[in-house]
């Protein structure tokens, strides 16, 4: 049911049968984003013989300006932003009259946020976890849902924040640690690493009837971007001032690019529709029994 609504509600609604081979889809995209960047360092630097050991000076900037890379990413982020606005926007409109057609309340969107930031529901409703190997209960799933949802945006907030840096104060990268955008930056990878090296063993451990096989390319797709993206990340920090500088940063580049292009159809869909869901479900559950029996 899951993988049909984020198919039914992709948009534009062509863009459903990316879902169908998710897997290939992460795959060529992230082909694409990595020929796209490695292209433009050799446009840029003359050849490809000078990726390896390049006068950078420890500077990104040199190889990419600042401007190019906006000129890259922003359209890609905006777009991204407005196909899951429409797919969350058509779910809305035939949930919300099929349900009580009730307007979502401050409480029930204060008590839905609070649901999404704790990751309510993967305790099993219990507490004690959800099945993976066997039917004995764990929280591990949790554990690492809730290091790779945070870590993430963790790594958001970094660049959001170096944004606000680079055009409201006029400081530019690249940030070197006590920096604030630093600092929330390698939280956010570390975190995004354990996070999803967690799920990746979860996953490939779990048993056939606790999941539905025809995500697992799809889950494990998006499992291995997102590490990639960290890992890549905080490699591009620690080799910065190493003749792999050019290299690790198209890498990295690659795999954000991406990351990006594919949100909307893939895994991460899954946290848009099920904050969504949410919502409707503390407005609904404000609302008397229709039948008259009381509070469930």
């Not at 982020?77 to 058509?90: I, K, N, P, S």
Request: aromatic share 12%; charged share 15%.
């Amino acid at each position: 049911v899951r993988g049909q609504t984020y198919a039914d509600y992709a948009w534009p609604p062509a863009m459903g049968k990316l879902y169908q081979r998710n897997g290939l889809t992460l795959s060529l995209a992230l082909v694409a984003g990595l020929f796209l960047f490695l292209a433009l360092a050799v446009a840029t630097q003359g050849g490809p013989g000078r990726l390896w050991n390049g006068n950078l000076d420890s500077n990104f900037y040199k190889l990419f300006p600042h401007n190019l890379l906006v000129g890259i990413f922003a359209p890609v982020f905006l777009f991204v932003v407005f196909a899951l606005t429409m797919g969350v926007r058509r779910f809305w409109q035939d949930v919300k009259p099929a349900t009580s057609n009730v307007d979502v309340s401050g409480p029930a969107a204060a008590e839905a946020t609070h649901d999404v930031l704790r990751l309510k529901y993967l305790d099993g409703g219990h507490g004690d976890g959800c099945n993976n190997e066997d039917d004995e209960y764990t929280l591990k799933r949790r554990r690492c849902h809730h290091l790779t949802f945070y870590g993430f945006l963790l790594c958001f907030a970094a660049t959001a924040l170096a944004t606000v840096y680079h055009y409201v104060f006029g400081w530019s990268a690249p940030y070197e640690l006590p920096s604030l955008p630093k600092v929330l930056g390698a939280l956010g990878g570390v975190s995004l690493m354990l996070g999803t090296a967690g799920l990746w063993m979860l996953n490939r451990r779990r048993h056939p009837l606790h999941g539905d096989a025809k995500q697992k390319p799809m889950d494990l797709g998006f499992i291995a971007l997102l590490f990639l993206v960290a890992a890549s990340g905080l490699a591009l920090w620690l080799g910065r001032g190493t003749p792999a500088l050019a290299l690790l940063l198209c890498l990295h580049l690659g795999a954000v690019i991406a990351l990006f292009a594919t949100l909307p159809y893939g895994k991460f869909a899954h946290g848009i529709f099920r904050t969504a869901a949410l919502l409707r479900h503390n407005a609904e559950k404000r609302e008397p029994s229709p039948i008259g029996l009381g509070a469930d």
